[in-house]
T-cell receptor, first 112, second 115 residues
């Protein structure tokens, strides 16, 4: 099954940028790269996704390697509210809909 | 706008009991999903539905049944609960769109303990 590999944990200072890496060497041509985050006692929250090109939205930026085997989620200015588990996920096409293949994620700690 | 609502939020069952978890979404989404999350792990897909009256198996379907009688509701049933089904259950909905291109919207989960 499609799989991603992320660091177990990372730490950042408040107001500084954070780069969260992800490896997905078995990605197939139709798999999108999604990032979700999960705060304690809440469901996952969508952050950003992309296929081949870098993407920006109000929450973050996604940088995708040219060979698509890795990607990096960039939080431009970390705040305390960004402390969460961040999941790099391959969105695998099924006959209908798509399956999100979750790994264990990266615990991001933000220091004030 | 409530989004995705799961009921109940918490439940404790005894082995062998049955129960139904309810997921309701008010976004008129076609697709709905049930996942489970065990401690320290990511979510795993149990069952999903691509529209009213349709259901399909996901990655870990054994011991669960589902029904989608109305577009806005997706029910997850445990016929005979087992301790291995102790987990946090998440429901998600998704707008129908281009292949693998739509984000999923999650509820806040149902924490289920089976003794």
């Amino acid at each position: 099954d499609a799989k991603t590999t992320q660091p177990n944990s990372m730490e950042s200072n408040e107001e500084e940028p954070v780069h969260l890496p992800c490896n997905h060497s078995t990605i197939s041509g139709t798999d999108y790269i999604h990032w979700y985050r999960q705060l304690p006692s809440q469901g996952p929250e969508y952050v950003i996704h992309g296929l081949t090109s870098n993407v920006n939205n109000r929450m973050a930026s996604l940088a995708i390697a040219e060979d698509r085997k890795s990607s990096t989620l960039i939080l431009h200015r970390a705040t305390l509210r960004d402390a969460a588990v961040y999941y790099c996920i391959l969105s695998v096409f099924m006959e209908y809909g798509n399956k999100l293949v979750f790994g264990a994620g990266t615990i991001l700690r933000v220091k004030s | 706008n409530a989004g995705v609502t799961q009921t109940p939020k918490f439940r404790v069952l005894k082995t062998g009991q049955s129960m139904t978890l309810l997921c309701a979404q008010d976004m008129n989404h076609e697709y709905m999903y049930w996942y489970r999350q065990d401690p320290g792990m990511g979510l795993r897909l149990i069952h999903y539905s691509v529209g009213e009256g349709t259901t399909a198996k996901g990655e870990v379907p054994d011991g669960y049944n589902v029904s989608r009688l109305k577009k806005q509701n997706f029910l997850l049933g445990l016929e005979s609960a087992a301790p291995s089904q102790t987990s946090v259950y998440f429901c998600a909905s998704q707008n129908q769109g281009p292949i693998s291109n739509q984000p999923q919207h999650f509820g806040d989960g149902t924490r289920l303990s089976i003794l």
